[in-house]
């Protein structure tokens, strides 16, 4: 499994049944391959589908049904297509229950970070804001660190904020974090690592419950 | 009987130098190819346009970009289009980027009439630079105007000769909402059918706001499915 399919494959397991759920690019995109059969989920796309199913197999593509990041998509029963209006109608009325999201700095206090890099990358914001301010769970996924090898969980971010204090959860190839009052707090460690490698490995003090900390 | 088709030249003969123009679509569905080569032919200049993204590059609104046709773009997210961005950083066009939703609902509100509406979105980012903020029973929040356009050009599935519309699948996206916010509405559609012969259930857009019907005689690789967009 490379480290994408491990973020992927343990973000899965945050869904549950009955949960309408919106996927961004990269990284959440890869979550429904994981999911159990018996999970029923509504997946939402910006522009305009709610109901998205399976990945697309090659041949079966439809010219007029991509999601939000242009790859094409298959449905599930009940799917249903409305205008970009409405679509944000949903997401910004508090009707989508978890929100995956990828991102390039996300903070100890919940700020996300992952729309701009000033003088650099600034193609726009598309619906990540809507999202991360308005889905009732924002849950990030994301590599532990940058090409670089730098923390992307900081206490405080660096780049312009995408929304502030947001984000409840998140899922690295490391670890899963959640964000609370606290602090940091490590919920799970990857089954190949230990904490002394995540604590150095993140820009934020990280908080442990007691006894052992469970494996992933 | 009403019969608003006509040949896409007359048609699009209407947009004149330094028009705004709203472009229906959501990458590749949606948009209204054959009516923007249209546009590139005709050498209309000094458009605003306003579309979610910016196309691919070669394709698209993309194409009037790189002729130079565009002096504005008002979009949520050029990102696929490498060569808008670049254009952008050079400052050959001006991009004015919005949330997504935000850009949907300021075109919707254009058309239902309004002039404008109060959205906490982006209220902690840098957005609020650009934006006024005013103070809502003790809340922040942003004043974002309502968007018209003098033309819409869309992209319809079916239409009957009055207009009435529907579209397909994810390719409704901005459609509906522009056709309502602007002067003169446009519209390629893949079939035309007598009126009539759609459900007005089924209706996703009435007639009223549609101005012209252009037929599309063939789908050009453009509206095919995307080899580079395969899995």
Known sequence: MSFKEKIAARAAREIRSGQVINLGIGIPTMIL???????????????????????????????????????????????????????????????????????????ANGDLANWIVPGKMAPGIGGGMELAQKARRLVVTTSHTTRDGEPKILERCTLPLTAKGCVKTIITELAVIDVTSQGLMLRELAAETDLATVRSLTGAPLLCGEGEIPRF | MIDKTTASAAA?????????????????????????ERLLEQGTTGLTLVKN????????????????????????????????????????????LHPQGILAEKIRAGGAGLLGFLTDIGVDTILRRSREVLNLDGREAILERALRADVALIHAAQADRSGNLVFAKSARNFCPLMAMAADTVIVEVEEVVATGRIDPDAVHLPGAFVDHLVLLEKLTPDYGVLPHHVL
């Open chain 1, 33 to 107: 391959d994981y999911l159990p059969g018996e999970v029923e989920v509504l997946v939402q796309a910006e522009n305009g589908i709610l109901g998205i199913g399976p990945r697309c197999r090659a041949g079966d593509e439809d010219r007029n049904l991509i999601d939000a990041g242009a790859n094409y998509v298959t449905l599930v029963p009940g799917a249903s297509f409305f205008d970009s209006a409405l679509s944000f109608a949903l997401i910004r009325g508090g009707r989508v229950d978890i929100s995956f999201l990828g991102t390039l700095e996300v903070a």
């Open chain 2, 12 to 36: 699009i003969g209407q947009v004149r130098d330094g028009q705004t123009v709203m472009v229906g679509g959501f990458g590749a569905p949606g948009t209204p190819f054959l009516l923007l």
């Open chain 2, 53 to 96: 993204d910016a196309n691919e590059p070669g394709s698209g609104i993309s194409r009037l970009l790189e002729a130079g046709r565009a002096t504005r773009l008002i979009a949520s997210h050029i990102g696929l289009n490498p060569t808008a961005v670049a254009l952008m950083n050079r400052r050959e066009i001006e991009v004015e």
